[in-house]
């Protein structure tokens, strides 16, 4: 579903956009949906919203996106991460993903003045889950049937 395309065209956009429109029509309810941007206090909040962009891969691995890389092969999408790990904040975090590792694109749009203290920890950086040793594992207990002795 997701190629270069998605990312550099239209929809990408349309996305943020749509959650920020989202944003800011859930602060002004009664504010005419076709009028909306003729609302100087709706247009300005809504210019003001920002975003945060997540992918989700296959793997269960996440990233933010802090901006697209415009590199010339458009054989998987490149972009700079936003890093969790405060030994990436140093530098710039550049991560390279086949289009079909990604399962879902979310945004996540706020306005400056609500953002939340802690912002969630996205969890591009983390290992994979320890497998379970067996005797960790839950193993049903069978129960005998009527036809066993």
């Known amino acids: 579903m997701f190629d270069y395309d998605w990312f550099h065209g239209i929809a990408f956009q349309q996305q943020?956009?749509?959650?920020?429109?989202?944003?800011?029509?859930?602060?002004?309810?009664?504010?005419?949906?076709?009028?909306?941007?003729?609302?100087?206090?709706?247009?300005?909040f809504f210019e003001s919203?920002?975003?945060?962009?997540?992918?989700?891969?296959?793997?269960?691995?996440?990233?933010?996106?802090?901006?697209?890389?415009?590199?010339?092969?458009?054989?998987?999408?490149t972009f700079e991460c936003e890093p969790v790990d405060d030994q990436y904040r140093v530098g710039a975090f550049v991560v390279s993903v086949p289009f079909e590792e990604i399962v879902r694109v979310e945004v996540f749009a706020v306005h400056p003045?609500?953002?939340?203290e802690d912002s969630p920890q996205i969890q591009g950086?983390?290992?994979?889950?320890?497998?379970?040793?067996p005797e960790e594992a839950h193993i049903p207990e069978i129960q005998p049937t009527m036809n066993e002795s």
């Open 16 to 44: 943020r956009e749509e959650a920020r429109y989202r944003c800011t029509a859930s602060h002004y309810p009664d504010v005419d949906h076709e009028t909306c941007l003729d609302n100087d206090d709706f247009r300005k």
């Open 125 to 133: 950086f983390r290992r994979r889950p320890e497998p379970q040793a």
């Open 49 to 77: 919203v920002e975003t945060r962009e997540l992918i989700y891969l296959r793997d269960g691995f996440s990233y933010e996106i802090k901006q697209l890389a415009q590199v010339p092969t458009k054989a998987h999408l």
């Open 113 to 116: 003045s609500e953002k939340p």
